[in-house]
């Protein structure tokens, strides 16, 4: 059996994802849902009406769908694949080619690549076409089934963040199939855990499923790593940064022995426009004479208050001195800070956490 007694409610204006190992239901139960797969038996309710009770064109037609590979038609431009839907339902060729151009800008396409074809385009470029065309007729629901599975991990990030953009504009229902779990916990407002045999381990939001798994099952899909993943839903807002510890490329002598203080063993060098080089002793430091490929690296640097603690914690990991760099949004150095003040924040905010647990109990 694919799916056994399956039984959730899918918000509105928000995005559920159904993860799990491979066999669990995860795509029957998409497919059921626009009647590609019928069920067996149970009720499948869309705005409080049973799916069955109208015509099966008329509700696939109302849900946009798109899957991994895009699913294009190859011997169509990209402007006719998107249009695709609007031209079924009756629209006229230029009302829905100008729907199709608008959806093209909308999610990052170049109007350029209008008259190409399918296989003109990259991985990630077919993509954004699979979610333009899903979105042409202005569906109230959109079903994606694994659909940046396919693609390297730089545009697959690419891929989640204009998701995440597009659904902060447009506010659809979505239903989202993956297998990562990582994706998941980054785009899902709600999670479905499901378990061999299409039975629902766990259904609930990212941040309780990794503080408060259901069971051993739903633990061990998490991975051992769940903690880390955890602080994603810690802001760095409240993290004191340290100004003190920066000089620029220019700095005279003064300016350097002015910012070497016990308490921090490393200098952040930054260019004339304010972003960060490199580390370094203040000792190795020349006045007017800096060469930034002397510096250590300074690892990958959060913007302090939009990024998360993890972010800041994997950008002091990643530094050789073990401090992290905070940048604003321009990314100009806006302070540094260290593992243990991160560790201290880390802590508060499970302090936070427990107490704002009992006072909701």
């Known amino acids: 059996m694919a799916v056994d007694r399956l039984s959730l409610e899918i918000p509105d204006r928000s995005i559920t994802v159904l993860v799990g190992p491979s066999g669990c239901g995860k795509t029957t139960t998409l497919r059921m849902i ?77 109007g350029a690549l209008a008259k190409r074809y399918p296989y003109q385009l990259s991985g990630g470029q077919q993509q954004r076409v699979g979610v333009a065309r899903a979105l042409a007729a202005d569906p109230p629901v959109l079903l994606m089934d694994e659909p940046f599975s396919a693609v390297d991990p730089i545009v697959r990030k690419g891929l989640q963040d204009e998701l995440l953009r597009l659904q902060a504009e447009l506010g659809k229902t979505i239903v989202f199939v993956t297998h990562d779990i990582d994706e998941a916990i980054k785009i899902g407002t709600m999670v479905a855990v499901m378990r061999t045999g299409g039975r629902l381990a766990q259904y609930a939001p990212p941040a309780e499923l990794l503080s408060d798994p259901a069971d051993a099952f739903v633990e061990d899909f998490l991975g051992t790593d769940r903690g880390i993943r955890r602080l994603s839903f810690f802001p760095s807002t409240g993290l004191e940064l340290t100004t003190t510890a920066i000089v620029a490329v220019d700095a005279t002598a003064e300016q350097i022995a002015a910012r070497a203080t016990p308490d921090v063993p490393y200098l952040l060098v930054t260019g004339l426009d304010g972003r960060p080089l490199g580390w370094s002793a203040p000792g190795d430091l020349t006045a007017g004479a800096v060469d930034p490929a002397e510096l250590l690296p300074f690892g990958r640097p959060f913007v302090h208050g939009e990024e998360s603690l993890r972010a800041a914690l994997d950008g002091a990991v990643l530094s050789p001195t073990g401090w992290a760099v905070a940048v604003d949004r321009e990314g100009r150095a806006a302070g540094v800070v260290s593992q243990q003040t991160i560790a201290e924040a880390i802590r508060t905010a499970h302090a936070e956490g427990r107490d704002a647990a009992k006072v909701a109990g």
């Open 34 to 110: 626009n009647r590609m797969i019928e069920p067996s038996e149970g009720t499948i309710l869309l705005d409080g009406a049973d799916i069955t009770k109208q015509p099966v064109n008329t509700l696939r037609r109302s849900m946009g769908y798109v899957i991994q590979n895009a699913g294009l038609f190859q011997h169509r431009t990209i402007i006719d694949n998107i249009a695709t839907v609007p031209r079924l339902l009756g629209w006229s060729k230029d009302k829905a080619r100008a729907r199709a151009r608008e959806l093209m800008e909308r999610v990052g396409l170049d």
